[in-house]
């Protein structure tokens, strides 16, 4: 039975590059791939089932948004396959109401925030004078499960009517509601930065929080405008949501403070640059991929000895 060394469970069309770039750097370094979709998710959970087809590592990109895709995480998990990013770490990290707690308690400046009860659970909401004076106007309302890519986010909220609206949206979810941070300028950039952490490597990236454009923090950067915290932090998360791939999203303020705004994004967009002008620098995708590859190599060696 042929042994499949990396499997790859997708279902987002625009991720469809950076599957190919894996695959071909897989197959440049002599690892076997397995492509896993909707088209063929019965099929191949038949195939681990009734044969006990070999899946080494699993490249989970799909069971977030579609529940489907959880019997194949825990059917290859519970087969000893190797998962990035695990299903229960990554849920778990999703949850930003949660995240907020934990990072406040690791000693990171997070944006003042209120977490809000259900709609479902308490349809009516008062705040208190001093807590709606403490997140100022105007402000971020953020449902704490049900977002990606800025879905469900609002950012300039003013009022309480605001909040009551926007809890509707999904009545079953808490939300954060959040000061607004603003970065400072350096030079010509908006100091707002995604860090990405993939494989036991942080880049830094420039992310413009109003444009969305990439552009990586150079080493002279980094040193130059004091940067360095951003390494810091994003170990920091590591720590905290234990994942193998994520970013996350820091800003610098006027005050000197980096403020971590968008704490675990357990899924990044991988689009690549060359295909939109929002996507992530080429050569960081690249890298990233090399050091999947790489993390699937040490897979493979340690399971090897173990035999």
Known sequence: MEIKELAIAWNWEYDADFISAIERECERRGITTFRIEESNLSEAIHAIESSGLPVSALFDRASDSDDRFVSLVNLLESRGTRIFNNYYLAERCR??????????????????????????????????????????????????????????????????????????????????????????????????????????????????????????????????????????????????????????????????????????????????????FDGVPDEIVTRIVALLVNEVEITLHRSQVSD
């Open 95 to 276: 949850d930003k109401a949660t995240m907020h707690l934990e990072l406040m308690a690791a000693g990171l400046f997070v944006p003042h925030s209120l977490i809000i009860p259900p709609f479902y659970a308490q349809p009516m909401l008062m705040l208190a004078p001093k807590e709606a004076g403490a997140i100022g106007a105007p402000f971020v309302i953020k449902p704490a499960n049900t977002t990606g890519g800025g879905f469900g986010v609002h950012l300039n909220a003013h009022t309480l009517m605001d909040i009551h609206l926007a809890r509707q949206e999904h009545p079953r979810d808490k939300y954060l509601v959040q000061e607004k941070i603003y970065p400072k300028r350096i030079e010509e950039s908006r100091a707002w930065f995604r860090v990405l952490y993939a494989f036991g490597e942080s880049i830094l990236c420039w992310w413009d929080d109003q444009t969305h454009v990439y552009r990586e923090v150079s080493p002279m950067e980094e040193l130059v405008y004091e940067l360095s915290p951003l390494r810091n932090y994003i170990h920091t998360i590591r720590k905290i949501c234990k994942l193998d791939f994520f970013s996350t999203e820091i800003a610098l303020t006027a005050d000197g403070k980096f403020v971590v705004v968008d704490y675990v994004n357990e899924v990044c967009d991988m689009r690549l640059r060359s295909q939109s």
